[in-house]
């Protein structure tokens, strides 16, 4: 509901601002006589028609003038396209906490569910069969350093897992906030048979985006298969974008990442990683999402 009055607000302040101008073009003409005269009428016109506006009183029914009052204060005089502005201001700051809330409480809910999940794994190798530590011996490591490698082996592989999924979702709820009919969509593969579909992580308009959290494969085969996915998108009429918020470090995989990129602008999309996928999000949608993660990870901190 707040989304889609701001975004009429933010329209009709774009209507306003072409009129404001035209009335700029007046004012540059007028004496300062004319001028002082028309700030008179400005003042004495917004105390006239907002002196009697209470909307906290349950039976003041002044906000039904509230439109006429926008349009003549904006169409006639300069502090009427402020007044407009500051209400955007204030609605914008509002959507905002809204959406650092619901990343907050995503963030606790795939903290819980992680959490959980490694318990039950620990538990469950509690009982595992441990005489593969023979081999693990031969090559120098303690049954002692054997457990942690496969302890923290499988508590990493949850994290990845974890990590990736909860960056992707919350990237999607920053874009749903600015663009509501934005979603996750499947296409047919037209260009063969296996998979059958290929999903866009978000569709927003005619930008088909793929969210990654990071992307360390060294498999030669993924380039022939993002190269399949980004060609069906663009045969299907949309445009390819990549977004991925850490880049890797290992050769082979920036390697990958190289070519990805290479195919990516050669078919007319986009690809963003590290700082500029950062921003890339936060300039489309108006949400800084790093600074809100940030906030969170020093809230855990106790700092």
Not at 286 to 301: C, F, P, Q, T, Y
Request: aromatic share 10%; charged share 30%.
């Amino acid at each position: 509901m707040d989304n889609d009055y701001l975004i009429e607000l933010q329209n009709l302040l774009q209507r306003k601002e072409k009129q404001y101008e035209e009335l700029n073009e007046y004012l540059d003409k007028l004496s300062i006589e004319e001028y002082d005269e028309l700030l008179k009428e400005e003042n004495n016109f917004i105390n006239e028609n907002r002196i009697n506006y209470n909307p906290n009183e349950e039976n003041d029914i002044s906000h039904i003038f509230e439109d006429i009052l926008y349009e003549g204060l904006i169409t006639s005089y300069p502090s009427g396209l402020s007044i407009l502005e500051e209400e955007i201001e204030k609605l914008e700051e509002k959507i905002l906490m809204n959406i650092e809330q619901e990343i907050k409480d995503l963030a606790k809910i795939y903290a819980d569910n992680l959490k959980r999940k490694i318990d039950d794994r620990m538990e469950e190798m509690e009982s595992d069969d441990k005489s593969h530590y023979l081999v693990y011996q031969v090559l120098g490591v303690t049954d002692e350093e054997g457990h942690l490698i496969d302890l923290y082996q499988n508590k990493g592989r949850f994290l990845y897992k974890y990590a990736g999924s909860f960056l992707e979702e919350a990237t999607k709820l920053c874009f749903l906030h600015k663009f509501p009919d934005s979603a996750t969509t499947k296409i047919p593969n037209t260009l063969g048979t296996r998979p059958k579909t290929f999903e866009i992580d978000c569709l927003e308009g005619n930008n088909a985006i793929e969210i990654k959290w990071r992307d360390a494969t060294t498999d030669g085969d993924h380039i022939t298969k993002e190269h399949t996915r980004i060609r069906v998108i663009h045969d299907a009429g949309y445009n390819p974008i990549r977004v991925m918020f850490y880049y890797p470090n290992r050769e082979q995989a920036i390697k990958i990442q190289n070519t990805l990129e290479t195919l990516y602008n050669g078919i007319g999309g986009e690809y963003y990683y590290g700082d500029s996928a950062w921003e890339y999000v936060k300039n489309r949608t108006n949400i800084d999402l790093k600074n809100i993660l940030e906030k969170i990870a020093k809230e855990n901190s106790g700092a």
